[in-house]
């Protein structure tokens, strides 16, 4: 009993580490947005900087999954949890590499007129922001009828993605002069289009969490 106690406290600990580090790269998406409209150079460096904090909390994350495995010798689903925290801890670390390259984006050359270029690039980052959330409150959860909604979402972003190259492609033929921007557009873009990919792979391993299955896979 001792034991199993131990293991809920740091499965605990290491869930609350989890959800620390989803506050982090929302709180990096969200100040990129006001970055790109305001164009704030030192907004963006704090992104930059910021990322080191994502990248030291996952370290916190993997040592300590780590340790469960080693300690605790979890199997069937308590071996699921750990294993997968390990995957997730991945996606979120790479949303916010994406926030950072951004932010380098943004600090490449400070253009004024780049944000009144992109009209869909905002609702792309709101979208995004909420499908992050989501997906990690529902991974903590357990919960796979919220990872499925969030599942669904990604289609709006690949919407989004879609008019985002439409509009480029359209700012192209009516004039040479945004060529640069066009190029930044489209690569902020993408970065936001690939958030939601890993937001979509987070509820991935929420369904392999709970069910040992993904895309009606049976894994384990």
Not at 32 to 49: G, P, S, V
Not at 83 to 88: E, F, N, P, Q
Not at 122 to 139: G, L, N, Y
Not at 159 to 166: Q, R
Request: proline content about 1%; some cysteine; glycine content about 2%.
């Amino acid at each position: 009993m001792a034991a199993r106690l131990s293991f809920e406290h740091e499965l605990q600990l290491l869930k609350d580490n989890l959800t620390e580090m989803g506050h982090l790269i929302e709180d990096a998406i969200e100040k990129c947005m006001h970055a790109f409209k305001t164009q704030d150079e030192e907004l963006a460096k704090e992104i930059i900087q910021g990322d080191r904090n994502v990248n030291d909390i996952e370290k916190t994350i993997e040592a300590r999954c780590l340790s469960l495995i080693l300690k605790q010798q979890p199997v069937a689903r308590d071996l699921r949890i750990v294993t997968t925290a390990l995957k997730v801890v991945t996606d979120m670390e790479r949303i916010g590499d994406h926030a950072a390259d951004i932010a380098e984006l943004i600090l490449r050359e400070k253009r004024e007129t780049i944000f009144n270029l992109a009209r869909h690039i905002p609702e792309m980052a709101k979208v995004t922001k909420s499908m992050v959330h989501d997906s990690i409150q529902a991974f903590t959860k357990q919960d796979t009828n919220e990872a499925a909604e969030v599942i669904k979402r990604d289609d709006v972003v690949d919407e989004l993605f879609d008019k985002v190259k439409e509009e480029v492609a359209t700012i192209l033929r009516n004039s040479s002069d945004h060529v640069d921007q066009c190029v930044d557009i489209l690569m902020i873009a993408k970065y936001f289009e690939r958030i939601g990919d890993h937001a979509v792979n987070v509820c991935e391993w929420t369904e392999f969490n709970v069910t040992g299955s993904v895309n009606n896979i049976r894994l384990l």
